[in-house]
């Protein structure tokens, strides 16, 4: 089954304690995002990759790193994290290195973050 | 600066009435728009999108209409389904680019 996986699903951590939240994906896709999702807000772009070891940054990456260093894996590292970090955040991937018509983004089911 | 808003926060219809959702926005260099749909405890999934060339595009039930003198477009749902009670994405893009801008959402709940 073509499919976004992230995990953790749900995660509580304390300020400062490094975390990173996975993402595979096994669709063959170029391009990969994460994205964060806060009440009032709407989804809003963390880090995107268009391929292997090529990456950009979204219009909310403080805070955040990622890599790219496989196709299917596109981990979420937060190497400090703090409270105004808990959210939802969703991995999304698609078939093309750009967005167009033929290659939607597909999500993964999330994970919830709660930073104490 | 929201440049993709859907100014609704929930939308509550009749089963079998039409729901329609709105999003409007600001850059006019977006040329490709997309709708999403959000269950809870899930991902968003592709629904429909519409590129700037058109300004109506259908697929079964859903239809998206873009007004781009107005900078709007809408999501027709029709007839409405109670498995069509979600949160509704709006999304706008340079096509081709690779940043999505997306709006705030909106909450349908289809009630028998």
């Known amino acids: 089954e073509a499919q976004v996986t992230q995990n953790p699903r749900y995660l509580i951590t304390v300020t400062g304690k490094k975390l990173t939240v996975t993402c595979s994906q096994n669709m063959n896709h170029e391009y990969m995002s994460w994205y964060r999702q806060d009440p009032g807000l709407g989804l809003r772009q963390i880090y995107y990759?268009?391929?292997?070891?090529?990456?950009d940054k979204g219009d909310v990456p403080e805070g955040y790193k990622v890599s790219r260093k496989e196709k299917r894996n596109f981990p979420l590292i937060l190497e400090s994290p703090s409270p105004n970090q808990t959210s939802l955040y969703f991995c999304a991937s698609s078939l093309g290195p750009a967005l167009n018509y033929n290659s939607p983004l597909h999500f993964g089911n999330g994970t919830r973050l709660t930073v104490t | 600066d929201q440049q993709v808003k859907q100014n609704s926060p929930s939308l509550s219809v009749q089963e079998g009435r039409i729901s329609i959702l709105n999003c409007d926005y600001t850059?006019?260099?977006?040329?490709?728009f997309l709708w999403y749909k959000k269950y809870p405890a899930e991902g968003p999934t592709f629904l429909i999108s519409i590129s700037s060339i058109k300004d109506k595009n259908e697929d079964g039930r859903f239809t998206v209409f873009l007004n781009k003198s107005a900078k709007h477009l809408s999501l027709h749902i029709v007839p409405s389904q109670p498995g069509d009670s979600a949160v509704y994405f709006c999304a706008a893009s340079v096509y081709n680019t690779d940043k999505l801008i997306f709006g705030t959402g909106t909450r349908l709940q289809v009630f028998p």
């Open positions: 850059n006019s260099m977006f040329d490709y």
């Open positions: 990759s268009m391929n292997v070891e090529v990456t």
